[in-house]
C-alpha cells in the first residue's frame, strides 16, 4: 500500500469518525471559494456561483 493509499484510509476514518467537522469545514470552504469568485468577477456571475456552490454542498455532504 502507497503513502496515498494509507493517507485516503486515513482520511476515510477520520471523516467517519467527525462527520459534523467536516461538513462545517467542506461548507466554509465552498463559500470561500464562490466569495472568491464573486470577488474576482464583481458579482457578474453570482446566480451561477450560487449554483455551483448547491451543488458542490450537495456533491459533498448535507445541504
Do not use: N, W
Request: glycine fraction near 10%.
Amino acid at each position: 500500500m502507497g503513502f496515498l493509499d494509507k493517507a485516503k484510509d486515513k482520511l476515510t476514518e477520520l471523516t467517519d469518525q467527525h462527520p459534523d467537522k467536516v461538513e462545517s469545514l467542506s461548507d466554509q470552504a465552498i463559500e470561500r471559494g464562490g466569495d472568491a469568485v464573486d470577488s474576482a468577477t464583481g458579482g457578474k456571475y453570482a446566480d451561477k456561483v450560487d449554483q455551483a456552490q448547491a451543488k458542490a454542498d450537495e456533491s459533498v455532504g448535507e445541504p
